[in-house]
């Protein structure tokens, strides 16, 4: 019995002192955030290849994101009404946040509803790709090329295209 009595008395006297072990410990942690604005893109003017004069040739228009037009192959351009226009979209977002601008990669086919054209080469100012937004607002100018076909029936084509605009 002495021998139970003296083991429980070192095995509380060892509880007691390996106490220290099993202490608990604290760590701090700070919490942040950072708001910004959203960023949206808004189209204010589409881009328009103004009228041309079809050929027996084929031919491509181009609109650079300048806003000036020239013909190559067998198209002739007109000053007739309405002119060239590029597209132009109002970009707003956070300043000095990267963003990525992407144009279409692919053609676009613009119908009169019989008939096609396709758009390609889509350029831009900015560049398109990555793009530091230098104050709340930028002006993004698209252009493209217009490929015409040989002998085009006559007509007002149209389609659509996207442009997207994302936080990196």
């Given at each position: 019995?002495?021998?139970?009595?003296?083991?429980?008395?070192?095995?509380?006297?060892?509880?007691?002192?390996?106490?220290?072990?099993?202490?608990?410990?604290?760590?701090?942690?700070?919490?942040?955030?950072?708001?910004?604005?959203?960023?949206?893109?808004?189209?204010?003017?589409?881009?328009?290849?103004?009228?041309i004069w079809r050929g027996t040739t084929s031919g491509v228009v181009t609109v650079t994101?300048?806003?000036?037009?020239?013909?190559?192959?067998?198209?002739?351009?007109?000053?007739?009404?309405?002119?060239?226009?590029?597209?132009?979209?109002?970009?707003?977002?956070?300043?000095?946040?990267?963003?990525?601008?992407?144009?279409?990669?692919?053609?676009?086919?613009?119908?009169?509803?019989?008939?096609?054209?396709?758009?390609?080469?889509?350029?831009?100012?900015?560049?398109?790709?990555?793009?530091?937004?230098?104050?709340?607002?930028?002006?993004?100018?698209?252009?493209?090329?217009?490929?015409?076909?040989?002998?085009?029936?006559?007509?007002?084509?149209?389609?659509?295209?996207?442009?997207?605009?994302?936080?990196?």
């Amino acid at each position: 019995m002495k021998k139970i009595v003296k083991f429980l008395a070192i095995a509380v006297v060892m509880l007691g002192f390996s106490s220290g072990i099993f202490a608990q410990t604290t760590a701090s942690a700070s919490a942040s955030a950072v708001i910004i604005a959203p960023l949206s893109i808004v189209q204010t003017a589409d881009l328009h290849f103004g009228v041309i004069w079809r050929g027996t040739t084929s031919g491509v228009v181009t609109v650079t994101p300048a806003n000036v037009r020239s013909a190559t192959g067998g198209v002739t351009l007109s000053g007739l009404a309405p002119t060239n226009t590029v597209a132009s979209f109002t970009i707003s977002g956070e300043p000095t946040r990267v963003i990525t601008i992407t144009l279409p990669a692919t053609d676009v086919t613009i119908t009169d509803g019989t008939n096609n054209m396709t758009v390609n080469n889509f350029q831009s100012t900015p560049a398109a790709g990555a793009y530091t937004l230098a104050g709340a607002t930028t002006t993004l100018n698209v252009g493209a090329d217009l490929n015409v076909g040989a002998n085009q029936a006559s007509g007002t084509y149209t389609g659509t295209f996207n442009v997207s605009v994302n936080y990196n």
